[in-house]
T-cell receptor
Framework: SQKIEQNSEALNIQEGKTATLTCNYTNYSPAYLQWYRQDPGRGPVFLLLIRENEKEKRKERLKVTFDTTLKQSLFHITASQPADSATYLCALDISGGYQKVTFGTGTKLQVIP | DGGITQSPKYLFRKEGQNVTLSCEQNLNHDAMYWYRQDPGQGLRLIYYSQIVNDFQKGDIAEGYSVSREKKESFPLTVTSAQKNPTAFYLC????????????FGPGTRLTVL
């Protein structure tokens, strides 16, 4: 079955630097991959979706890449701010047929002023 | 103001009691989902519904039941058969059951006393 791996250790970076989070998956490549942000005690909020035929997607300070050869997606936040501190989840479809989405465990990002 | 709501935010239950968590959306979405989130774990899918009067089991459906009598509503019942019900429960909806963004509610934290 498809598995998603996100770094379970928290990522601490200095304000203004670029944060890079990793999402690896096993088995077949998903048709699409999504990134969500989750704050403590709240529901996840959608950030970006990237399809298998797209190499890169950008939205303001966010950038997502998708490498089907490496079976990996990278999520970048440039010019990071303390307000970016949260847990970031990646999610992808696991069936190839009916597209049921599965979520990774998330990586906690802490931006230090 | 469009969105997805869950109630209550906090819920306490005695062992052996059934309890129903509410989920309502006014986004006119066809698909709705229930997830469970435990510390250090990703979101795990309990049930999902692609359309009114239809729903399917997710990965951890045992001890839970749902109904989808109206497009806007997808209540989840946690039965006494659920062995470890204390968790954070999240409801989500999407336009369709495909590569669509999922919109999450604020969540219900259930504690069994």
């Amino acid at each position: 079955s498809q598995k998603i791996e996100q770094n379970s250790e928290a990522l601490n970076i200095q304000e203004g630097k670029t944060a890079t989070l990793t999402c690896n998956y096993t088995n077949y490549s998903p048709a699409y991959l999504q990134w969500y942000r989750q704050d403590p005690g709240r529901g996840p909020v959608f950030l970006l979706l990237i399809r298998e035929n797209e190499k890169e997607k950008r939205k303001e300070r966010l950038k997502v890449t998708f490498d089907t050869t490496l079976k990996q997606s990278l999520f970048h936040i440039t010019a990071s701010q303390p307000a970016d501190s949260a847990t970031y989840l990646c999610a992808l479809d696991i069936s190839g047929g009916y597209q049921k989405v599965t979520f990774g465990t998330g990586t906690k990002l802490q931006v230090i002023p | 103001d469009g969105g997805i709501t869950q109630s209550p935010k906090y819920l306490f239950r005695k062992e052996g009691q059934n309890v129903t968590l509410s989920c309502e959306q006014n986004l006119n979405h066809d698909a709705m989902y229930w997830y469970r989130q435990d510390p250090g774990q990703g979101l795990r899918l309990i049930y999902y519904s692609q359309i009114v009067n239809d729903f399917q089991k997710g990965d951890i459906a045992e001890g839970y039941s749902v109904s989808r009598e109206k497009k806007e509503s997808f209540p989840l019942t946690v039965t006494s058969a659920q062995k470890n019900p204390t968790a954070f429960y999240l409801c989500a909806s999407s336009l369709s059951a495909g590569p669509d963004t999922q919109y999450f509610g604020p969540g219900t934290r259930l504690t069994v006393l």
